[in-house]
């Protein structure tokens, strides 16, 4: 197990120096963000972050993320051109060393909220998802105001961009969620050929939340799809980042027994606790479990179990002690939930012997 912390390139704020002080620490997740959507990631970018991680003294665990082109999930004919664009994103990726590439297959928004900063009771300020709020939001009239639609850059800004996004949501009007599978497979035995052979592991990010929002199809929600996607395209390189705060914000989603059951297929693990407030509702928390409803103990038990030794994160952290940045996304909260699971696996791995 790799403890990792999520890094965004230059457009952090947040110095390397500073993430490797954090004990447990040693790999860095990340990617390109200044190449378009679609377009090839050039080799000498890939290598330039690579080279300022290991000059911090650190690795480069995983790329989070390699976005999927709109039109790839869509299905349009372009789609193909992309695909090919993305193989080649692969390989070069692949030549360098890099051994795990996230992405996800969300339509239109990624991760969403209804609020980036919401204060808690010890007054520090957290994500929070509303399903009353969200379920009364409607996109199509380009006037709602939609905070976290675009918090990594993997889709153009919805301020500066409403019409195109309003457009992508009415094309989606006619995609259900069986035609949304078709173009996941199609996808990914397009690219899992080229992973194998550059010995890549994908790591399908889960929704976010999991269930529709805003009418649009979402299928990667847990057990089930995950086993359809298996079922569908069952290459070893088909694998899962398996987000306990995605995937608990359904409580249905029993997160140890995932871990178990899809544990060779978990290329990537991120760990963070949420709250259940109502009905599809929720609010991220602190990491340990006694501030959430997920028993991280658990979770770290079972990741234990299934030996697992791939790039491990804690993801979302609140905002503590004053820290203003990218939501979600400061240090001091995520370098605590860093070290909670660090001492965490020290204790299960010692009471094990």
């Known amino acids: 197990m790799k403890i990792s912390l999520r890094w965004y390139n230059t457009e952090d704020d947040i110095p390397l120096k500073y993430i490797k002080q954090i004990p447990g620490v040693k790999g860095i997740v990340s990617a390109i963000y200044d190449v378009p959507e679609g377009e090839v990631w050039p080799k000498d970018k890939i290598k330039d972050l690579i080279n300022k991680v290991e000059s911090a003294g650190m690795e480069l665990t995983a790329i989070e993320s390699l976005p999927v082109h709109e039109d790839i999930k869509m299905g349009k004919p372009s789609r193909d051109k992309y695909i090919e664009n993305y193989n080649k994103s692969l390989e070069n990726l692949g030549d360098l060393g890099i051994k795990v590439v996230t992405y996800n297959f969300m339509p239109v928004f990624d991760w969403t909220r209804s609020e980036l900063n919401f204060e808690l009771e010890d007054g520090s300020k957290a994500l929070i998802y509303e399903g009353d709020k969200v379920k009364n939001m ?17 889709v153009p800004e919805w301020d500066d961009n409403k019409s195109a996004l309003i457009e992508k949501m009415k094309f989606y009007q006619d995609i259900s969620e069986e035609d949304l599978w078709d173009n996941l497979v199609y996808f990914l035995k397009g690219i899992v050929k080229t992973a194998e052979a550059n010995d890549i592991k994908l790591a399908i990010h889960p929704d976010d939340p999991p269930w529709s929002i805003f009418g649009l199809p979402r299928i990667i929600t847990g057990k089930e799809s995950y086993r359809k996607m298996f079922e569908l395209v069952p290459s070893p390189a088909n694998g899962l980042a398996l987000c306990t705060g995605s995937l608990g914000a359904d409580p249905d989603n029993n997160l140890p027994e995932l871990i178990r059951e899809f544990g060779d297929r978990i290329h990537f693990a991120h760990i963070r606790n949420i709250k259940h407030t ?66 965490l696996w020290e204790a299960i791995k010692k009471s094990d012997n």
């Open 278 to 343: 109502g009905d599809k509702s929720f609010r991220e928390s602190a990491h340990p479990s006694e501030y959430g409803s997920l028993d991280i103990y658990e979770v770290m038990k079972a990741y234990h179990e299934i030996d697992f030794r791939g790039p491990m994160r804690p993801d979302h952290g609140r905002m503590i002690w004053g820290e203003t940045g990218k939501a979600g996304y400061g240090l001091y909260d995520r370098a605590l939930g860093a070290t909670y699971l660090y001492g």
């Open 138 to 154: 409607n996109p199509l009239d380009g006037t709602t105001d939609l905070p976290g639609l675009d918090q990594d850059a993997d």
